[in-house]
Structure formats: structure tokens, C-alpha cells
């Protein structure tokens, strides 16, 4: 009788998925923790960027910070626009887009010349940076427990 509970048992092992998802799952935290450091990143350290942003375009330190400020509402207010996309388009699509919008708008950051340039490229960046919370949820569908 013992016996054939432990092959019952080996023969459920054998066949029920892991809890966390395996693999694929782990690498989805990977990616959210690197969309969260690019994120995050960029909004956290805007401030290294008011000074050179004064001295490029002879700006005011308000008129320098509007960029950066812009950019953090636009992600934080954009949740509820995003996650309808996410669940709409799915996450990897979805996610993906939104990385290219961030990568976008900071590649125009770095050519802007103007100083309204520098600040629609942020309202772009600000947009891609709502990957960050989008992506909590993606990770959340690949664990059980």
C-alpha cells in the first residue's frame, strides 16, 4: 500500500507545474526589474540633469524641472489608460511599446536643441515610463501563490 502511494505521489509530482511559473516566469521578473531600474532610473535622477538643462538652453530651475515633472505626471497619471492597453493588446506587446516610447523619447532628449522639444520628448519618455507599474501586474500573472 505504501508503495503505491509513493508512485501516486511521484507520478503527481511528475505532472503538476511548478508553482512559480518555471522559467519563463523568473525571466518576466528579470525584465521588470530592468524596466523598473530604466524607469525608475530616469525619474529619480532627473535632477542631475536641471543644471546642464540650465546652462544648454539658459533656462530658469523651474523651467528646467518642468521637463522631469511632466514626465512623472504623465506616468503616474496614465495607470488607468495603460492598463486597459495592457489588457487589450497583452502584456508583451503592450510592454514592449511602451519600452520603445521611453527609449524613444530620452534618444530625442539627448538630440533636443529647444526647449520645447525637450519637454513633448518627456511627455514621450513619461508615457514609456508607465512600463515601470504595468509591469508589476505582468509578474503577478505568472505566480500561483
Same mark, same amino acid.
Given at each position: 500500500m505504501a508503495a503505491a502511494r509513493a508512485a501516486a505521489a511521484a507520478a503527481s509530482a511528475a505532472t503538476t507545474p511548478p508553482l512559480? !511559473? @518555471? &522559467?519563463a516566469a523568473w525571466l518576466? %521578473? $528579470? $525584465?521588470?526589474? %530592468? $524596466? /523598473?531600474?530604466?524607469? +525608475?532610473g530616469t525619474m529619480y535622477t532627473f535632477t542631475l540633469f536641471i543644471v546642464p538643462y540650465q546652462r544648454e538652453f539658459g533656462l530658469s530651475a523651474g523651467a528646467a524641472a518642468l521637463p522631469g515633472s511632466i514626465a512623472t505626471g504623465i506616468m503616474l497619471a496614465s495607470g488607468p489608460l495603460v492598463g486597459r492597453f495592457v489588457d487589450r493588446c497583452g502584456s508583451r506587446s503592450s510592454l514592449f511599446a +511602451? @519600452?520603445? &516610447? /521611453? %527609449? !524613444?523619447?530620452?534618444f530625442v532628449v539627448s538630440v533636443a536643441r529647444s526647449h520645447a522639444v525637450l519637454v513633448l520628448a518627456h511627455v514621450v519618455a513619461g508615457l514609456g515610463m508607465a512600463v515601470a507599474p504595468a509591469s508589476i501586474a505582468t509578474v503577478q500573472q505568472w505566480f500561483d501563490t
Open positions: 512559480d !511559473g @518555471g &522559467l518576466v %521578473v $528579470a $525584465a521588470s526589474f %530592468v $524596466a /523598473h531600474i530604466q524607469c +525608475l +511602451l @519600452g520603445l &516610447l /521611453h %527609449v !524613444g523619447g530620452m
